[in-house]
């Protein structure tokens, strides 16, 4: 039979276009990283978030499941917003991660950022972390029911540092602890930092009275004794050297909050994508290393999936968007 050539050239281009198809499928089922990868925190150095984004960056670079330069990248600044801004410029860049705590979506009801927040894509959760209150050693506050009275007495009274938003978990910690005693939480005295770093100088230096903060990266300063836990909004006492600070459960007080970590990557990342990071997390939380660090650190293992993180936040948002109402925070 003769094939005319007009089919042939149809074939031909047919073919030629249906091996492209399964090369560039087997290409991006192979996705991973070309070039260095910026892990965005949004915090200052010093903070919670970048203590534990330096740790992801240390893990990946000495287990080598990374095999380009990994760089943090720090830009504070509007509860989070800087830095969100920053990575919705590179929709589908699965180069550019982000690390974040509960604040965006505190930060989202509050109308502190405009981005459409759920459209980025959540790539994987790694801990929580428990929220302490603490203060300086020589302070008259001596435990988390005097600090809870002095609020009941008077909400102003006492300011209350925190990092890096009103309205996110360290305020809503603080917030409970007061409604616990049926105090004004809309009175409260809350001073906002950059940082859980610069919010710790400010006690130090006494600007402040007390810091709502995750505990971990200030044990060396509970056992130099500069500062005192007065209590932690957790189930259960907290181990190593905090094993002694007791919940504010075991002191009558119905305080329980903790700061979840958890990494986004920017609008519209593929599927393959998402894939190769969720795998790079789920390996690393596997590591010694990273045992070691969850050790040290008094945090919580709690790993989910892009998937399951997606719906955790939208739970997430719904309490927080019950609290923050009560704050008579949110914008409508």
């Keep these: 039979m003769i094939i005319p050539d007009c089919v042939r050239w149809w074939r031909r281009a047919f073919f030629a276009a249906l091996v492209g198809m399964l090369a560039g499928a087997a290409a991006a089922a192979d996705w991973k990283p070309e070039r260095g990868v910026e892990f965005i925190v949004p915090t200052g150095p010093g903070s919670g978030v970048d203590n534990t984004a330096r740790t992801l ?74 929220i302490a209150f603490m203060v300086r050693a020589e302070s008259t506050l001596a435990s988390g029911k005097d600090l809870a009275n002095r609020l009941k007495a008077d909400p102003a009274a006492v300011s209350i540092a925190l990092a890096a938003a009103r309205g996110n978990a ?75 600070e007791p919940t504010f459960r075991e002191q009558g007080l119905d305080v329980l909050f903790d700061v979840p970590r958890s990494v986004l990557g920017p609008k519209g990342l593929s599927a393959e994508q998402v894939r190769y990071w969720e795998g790079v997390f789920a390996k690393i939380v596997k590591t010694e290393a990273w045992r070691q660090a969850v050790a040290k650190n008094q945090w919580d293992e709690d790993f989910q999936t892009g998937a399951e993180l997606r719906k955790n936040l939208q739970a997430q948002y719904e309490i927080l968007k019950d609290v923050l109402g009560e704050l008579g925070m949110i914008q409508h």
């Design 57 to 130: 960056q240390l893990i990946m670079q000495q287990a080598k499941l990374v095999e380009v330069p990994f760089a943090i990248v720090n830009k504070p600044g509007g509860s989070y917003g800087v830095a969100l801004n920053y990575l919705a410029q590179f929709p589908g860049d699965g180069h550019r991660l982000f690390i974040q705590t509960s604040t965006p979506l505190s930060a989202l009801l509050t109308g502190q950022i405009k981005l459409d927040y759920f459209a980025f894509t959540p790539l994987a959760n790694l801990i929580t972390e428990p």
């Design 170 to 244: 360290y305020h809503i910690a603080s917030a409970l602890l007061a409604k616990a005693v049926g105090a004004d939480i809309k009175k409260l005295k809350i001073v906002v930092f950059g940082s859980s770093g610069d919010a710790m100088t400010a006690l130090l230096g006494g600007h402040v009275d007390v810091i709502s903060a995750t505990p971990g990266n200030f044990q060396p300063l509970v056992e130099a004794k500069k500062i005192r836990v007065l209590g932690v909004a957790a189930r259960l006492r907290l181990g190593g050297l905090l094993a002694n």
